[in-house]
């Protein structure tokens, strides 16, 4: 196992799933660019590995056979520079889930779960979004996400700049008083966001946290995870996510 490690219950299991899942996700979305520098074609054939620490690594298959842990897809560079950057990332993201969905059940197997604990591991695993519709910007469940206003912060209204600035920073101040009125509208606007999910990690929308929208892709992305703070989004005037940031030094 990797270091000795090896979850042995449901709970143990899904957390090593949702590690692993923030690793592969990060990569195809935060650290796309240097994920993609890594996947050169003329390399051999590599594999996009995520790791419970929730880092990741593109590297060769391990040289045991049989493996400790199912095997990544292997081979995932030489498709690169033969199809469009946003498909050959889709690509990944399916192969990742399947892999995701071996290791998790792989355990599982090990360890003996039954049928109950089969069931419970795959609907824990289930209400999370796939990496690929994380990757492929599916995951919003709600059409209004796009021009809905977030009640989150005036510097995220301030960041989202398709007409709804000064609309948005008017919103966010005036439920600072909370009368009956404006209880409603803040109920309203986290019931618009309540199918909104992370650009970056697939979680789901906050009342309580920091959220920024990429004014290129339109996706809604947890502060913590592109690593903006409120402070600091005060000075952005078009906010572009890592992947948007990144595809014009990338290779398509």
């Known amino acids: 196992m990797e270091g000795g490690y090896a979850p042995r219950t449901v709970e143990e299991v899904y957390v090593d799933f949702k590690a692993r899942r923030t690793a592969l996700i990060k990569a195809l979305t935060i650290d796309v660019a240097e994920f993609y520098q890594l996947c050169d074609p003329e390399k051999e054939n590599l594999c996009l590995y995520g790791y419970p620490n929730e880092q990741w690594e593109v590297n060769l298959p391990a040289d045991e056979v049989p493996p400790e842990l199912p095997e990544p897809a292997l081979g995932i560079n030489f498709a690169r520079d033969g199809m469009k950057e946003k498909d050959w990332l889709s690509l990944v993201a399916v192969h990742s889930d399947t892999w995701l969905i071996s290791v998790a059940f792989y355990f599982g197997s090990r360890f003996g779960f039954d049928r109950d604990d089969r069931k419970r591991l795959f609907g824990l695993i289930n209400e999370l979004p796939t990496v690929f519709e994380v990757v ?10 796009r021009s809905a206003v977030s009640n989150q912060s005036s510097t ?10 000064s609309e948005s920073q008017g919103k966010y101040t005036k439920m600072q008083g909370k009368d009956s009125d404006e ?4 109920e309203e606007e986290e019931e618009d966001h309540g199918d909104t999910l992370c650009g970056a990690c697939g979680g789901d929308y ?4 920091f959220w920024i929208c990429c004014d290129v892709c339109e996706k809604w992305f947890h502060g913590k995870c592109v690593k903006i703070t409120p402070a600091r989004a005060e000075h952005i005037k078009q906010y572009k996510c890592p992947a948007c940031s990144s595809s014009k030094k990338v290779r398509v």
């Not at 301030?158 to 600035?165: A, P």
């Not at 906050?206 to 946290?209: G, K």
């Open 183 to 186: 209880e409603g509208l803040e």
């Open 136 to 145: 492929a910007g599916i995951a919003k469940k709600n059409p209004r996400e």
């Open 206 to 209: 906050a009342a309580d946290e």
């Open 156 to 165: 995220k209204a301030k960041s989202n700049t398709r007409g709804r600035g």
